[in-house]
Each structure stands twice: as C-alpha cells, then as structure tokens.
C-alpha cells in the first residue's frame, strides 16, 4: 500500500529527518536522554504530526482536536520536535533540555507545553488515559480520534492489558495504537528480557483489530492510520516495526544507546549522517 | 431520636441530585456500583454510568482521560483498591495532570471489619496527602456526606472522599455551614478539644457529651477536610484550650493527628499538648465492626477514658 504521493512522502521524510536532528540537539544541550527510541518512533510521530493529526497549533484546547499520548514518555524528545515544528513553541526552547526547570523535561510536562496531551513517562499510564479521552469524546459525540504511541518493552506493564481490556469491551472504534516496536528494551533484547510474542495475537485476543507493518514506511504509517478503524466496532492498532536508534548508523539496533550520554566525536559523527541525510534529501 | 443512614446510600443520593442538575458528572464502576450506593444513577443514568470490571488501576488512568474532555467522573469502590492500589495513577494520571475527577473510598477505615487487613483501609488518607494539589474529604454525618458531594461538583480538581459502610447518625442539621478546608465547631468548650474525621466522628461526639455530663467542657471539631486542613481552627484551639485529642478511624502515621501534629510540631510559643488516638502500627485483626473498634480504643467510652487519662482529671458523673 503507499497511500501517499512523493512529495507527501517526500515531505514527512524532511520533518522526520528534522526531528531527528532535533532530538541531537536536546541531547547536546543536556548531555544525554533516551535517544533510542525517541529515533525509533520519529517516522511514527512525524506522520503523525504532518499528515494524520486533526489539529491546530494555534488552538492547542480546542475540543475537537485529535489527541496523541506518547504512553512511552521517555520518547519525549521526538514529541517535542514534532511539536515544535508544527509551531507549538519557539524551537530555542528544545535548547534548555536538561536545564532546571525547562519546559522540555526528560518526561513531558502538559502544564508545561502546548500540545502535550498527558504527563506521561511512569509506563503503563497512557493507553488508559487516552481510553479514557476516546471514551469521553465519544459519548460527546466529537469526530476526534485519539492515538497512542507506545514501546514495546513497556507492554509488559499489566495495566496496559486493563486498559486494552475496557478499550475493546467499551467499543473504542476512535482509538488508534502504534507500537513503536524495535525489539529492544533498556537492558537487552524485549524477546529475552519479558516475552510478549506474539504480539498481534495476543492484541487481537483483547478484542482489537491489529495490522503489523513497517514503522518506518510513511505510506503504510499514514495509510493504516486513515483506513482506522479497521474494523467498526472495535480500536485498532498497528504494530510497527522499527529500529532503534534509526538515522545513527553507528547506534541502529544496538541496546547501548537505549539512554545515550555521547562523547564528543559520537555527537560529531551523528550530526554529520544527519547533515549528510539533509543534503540528500534537497538533491532528492 | 437519632436517624442513623447508610453513608453510602446517601453518597449516592447526592450524586444522583447531583447529576440531574449537572449533566457532566459520570459515574464508573469496578463491579461494585451497587455497593457503592450508585444503583439509583446506573438506573436513572445508564448512558453515564461506565461499567469497567475490577481493573482499578485502569480505572483511574480512564477516568483522568474522561476528565480531559470536560466530564467529571466519580468513581467509587472499596478504598484501598481506590488509593493503595491504584496509588500511583492515582499521583500521575489525577494528581500531577490535575485532573477534575472525584474518586470515593467506601468501607473505609475498619468497616471491613471480618474481612480483615486487606480490605480495611487505615493508610489511605495517609498515602493520599502525600500528592500535592489532591483535596481530602473525610465527612463524618449523613449531611456531611451529602454536602461533601455537592463540594466535589463545585470544586475543580482531583478529590478523595472517604466514607464508611456502616449505617451513622445525623449530628448536623441540614443548613450548617460545609466549606472544604474548614473544620466545623460542633461543641464550644475550654476544658480539652476534640478533633475527629470521617467514620470515628459520632463516636467522638458521643463522647464529648459524656464528658460534658461529667462537666468536662470539651469542644469538638468535626475536621471533615484533611487535605487543605484548617491550620487556623487547630491554632486556635491549641491556644484556648489545654489539651488537644484527635480521633480517627485511620492508622496514626499519616491520617488527622498527624495533619495536626505537623501544624502544633511548627507552632511557636506554649500551647496545647496533643493525643492521637487511632490505630498504630499494625495490620488491624478481623472481628464484628464494635469490636475490632474497641480493639483500638475507638469506641466513646474509650474516647471518654483517654481524654480523662490524657487531661489529668476525672470526674463522677454528676
């Protein structure tokens, strides 16, 4: 499926790649964060932001608006240059991660940022507060759809399964989840560490109806999204499959840059494959 | 004659007026709706009555993203898988997003009383106080209970309220002035005063006039607010009379008295001293509900006994 046109396509690929640098650039300012995955789901939240989300930055309370819950908060570098450049706030704000009290905090804040929809971070809150949300605009009977982007390493939380439990039972056909599912969690591989395969068939036994695909294919992002729900009646979730620390070609995949406090010539070489990444991407 | 009522009959009377004014406020459910005294709402209601199963954690986690798009669900259960167990979605999801959702403990304190340590709920108010922004209502009458409601509509932001099982007296009359964080003065006295919340509150206040027959001019304070306490009315009282006794149903680290001790520890110059009575550290026994309450020197002819003891002075009855 590729539901979108090249310079849709083309388009996402520049705002995950700036989310990307963004995330570099929080790391620099504080010295280190959860890079791992804040560059794992960066596809996810950049289609997100730019083509799936019913919002305005300039509105950010408006009633009516999609919701996105980053249940996985420690991802929150990539919430926060997605925010930012869809205009939510002023990008030298990215600049204070890390400092005393900084708006853009190692979890997010929504007192402290326009946009953040949850205080996210503890795992295994988030799936029930957007339930929740998908519950009450449904009895208000609002259009809005909420999402949820959650890790893989987090289902392990029993509280999800409460929440995907009552999601299924309440019929929250407007909820929509993205495993950011790259197999790795702090300390190893999900698989070793708490096993959760098979994953979609246990979702689908909760009663939701599940598609698996390439997390970092921006039409098949974008298109599973706009055909949600997948079935009427039930939520739905796509089960992505990325890869950690994608965009660093030295980081892919490995379990070390899960939480990365870089030296200074890693920085240099990652900054430079983003650069280099850029430079494609105007030729292109 | 005294009417006693059902505490939670008459919590979910409140709701249910409280409903059919405000068509914000929802009901949820943990299998125990009708023990929660919400039959009436799920009845008159059922569209806003959400029924979710015994997944308490979630429920706190649904209710705060229910409270996102402008409901106000009260949710009631049993209280410690309302606040123990679900304590820290109960921090995050409502306290650190301050959410507007009021959540009601029943069977509180010891009214669980034959089903023993894991259903009786003494650490709740404890573990509760330690969220910033998070109001505490323990209400200790049937009007307290009704009035305590109509506060948690009014007032934005996350609420416990904290109420018992067992059937309690009327000791207020229905016009007396409720506001959160305000004690109310029952009884003017010089001689000791009495502070007491929630379920220990009638007892407490039978015993204030056992020793006012006995011409102990003891004032009692019913302290149905925990969490913003009245510092003032403590302060006053620590100052104007020569002894202060707590009374609660809760364990003693953590509940009223040491809300109360935080303030008199902090006081400057003399003033009163302080006794706590409540249940100290131990998992309560199991028994009938008087019982285990004497077990703990909660019932009034102990509460009578203590403040004699603690005030130096025993008097016949006359």
Known sequence: MNALRPEETATLEAAALRIRQDILRMVRAGGAGHVGGAMSCADIMAAHYFSILRIDPAKPNWPDRDRLILSAGHKCMALYAALRQR????ESILDTYGALKSRVPGHPVMQKLPGVEANTGALGHGLSIAGGMAMGLKLKKSPAKVYVVMGDGELAEGSNWEAAAAASHHKLDNLLVFVDCNGLQLSGPTADIMNYSPLAAKWAAFGWSVRTIDGHDFGQIVGNAREAPFEAGKPSIVIANTVKAKGISFAEAKVDYHYWKPKADEMARAVAELEAAAVEGLKA | MREFKDPRVGFGNALLAAAQKDDRIL????????????TPFRK????????????????????????????IPFFSAIAPFVTARPFEMFRNDLGYMNQNVKVVGRNAGLTYSDLGATHQSLDDVAILRTIPGVTIVCPGDPVEIERAVQAAVVHQGPMYIRIGAPSIPVLHPADVEFKLGKGIVMMEGSDVTIIATGTALWRAYDAAEILRSKGIKARLISMHTIKPIDRELICAAALETPAIVTVEEHYLVGGLGSAVADILGCMPGPHAPLKMIGVDDQYASNGPYDELLGLYGLLAEQIVSTVEGFIGRKMPRS
């Not at chain 2, 009901?27 to 919400?38: H, T, V, W």
């Open chain 1, 87 to 90: 205009g939510y706030f002023d």
């Open chain 2, 27 to 38: 009901a949820l459910s943990a299998d125990s709706s009708g023990s929660s005294g919400m």
């Open chain 2, 44 to 71: 008159q209601f059922p569209d806003r009555h959400i029924e979710f199963g015994i997944m308490e954690q979630g429920i706190v986690g649904y209710a705060s993203g229910l409270a996102t798009t402008g409901w």
